[in-house]
């Protein structure tokens, strides 16, 4: 399969001493970012930091946007999550990938040095262009009443 191709720019060079991000299977949507820390952090319950990784990504085609996202392992079993609970790195952003790790947890963790904590998913984008209207035409009368029945209306199941 051959995708976009975004640019890398290695902003630390302690980061060439570990894989560069990289899809781990064939099926895989995520490249996992890892932490550039300098010794490991301690993250209490309730405790939010943002991790260098030591790398920036130009995507250059505004018909794409990286998302950062929390690892489901870290996630569920440690409850360490994204601080912003998802990041979205724009096509024109050049700067350096950060990660808000936040410890949403009832118990201390500790990251380490070069961790896999997040990962970056490619996905594409639309911009919109707004139409102001006074009422919204063609949709059915189910459609018009969804909206009028507020946030979760539809029921819990």
């Known amino acids: 399969m051959t995708g976009p191709r975004l640019e890398v720019k290695i902003l630390d060079e302690r980061v060439r001493e570990y894989p560069l991000p990289h899809y781990a299977t064939a099926g895989s949507a995520g490249m996992d ?5 300098d010794e490991p952090l301690h993250l209490a319950p309730g405790d939010c930091e943002l991790v260098r990784t030591g790398l920036a ?19 569920h079993k440690h409850g360490i999550v994204l601080g912003n609970l998802v990041g979205l790195i724009d096509a024109d952003y050049q700067g350096e990938l950060m990660i808000s790790v936040w410890n949403r947890g009832r118990e201390p963790v500790t990251l380490e040095p070069y961790e896999r904590i997040a990962q970056y998913v490619l996905v594409p984008v639309m911009q919109a262009e707004l139409a102001i209207v006074e009422d919204f035409t063609g949709h059915d009368e189910v459609s018009q009443q969804r909206g009028s029945g507020g946030f979760g209306h539809s029921g819990r199941h």
Request: overall charge positive; aromatic content about 4%.
């Open 33 to 37: 970012l890892r932490a550039l820390l």
């Open 57 to 75: 990504v130009h995507i250059r085609d505004r018909a794409y946007a990286g998302l950062i996202l929390p690892r489901s392992g870290l996630g």
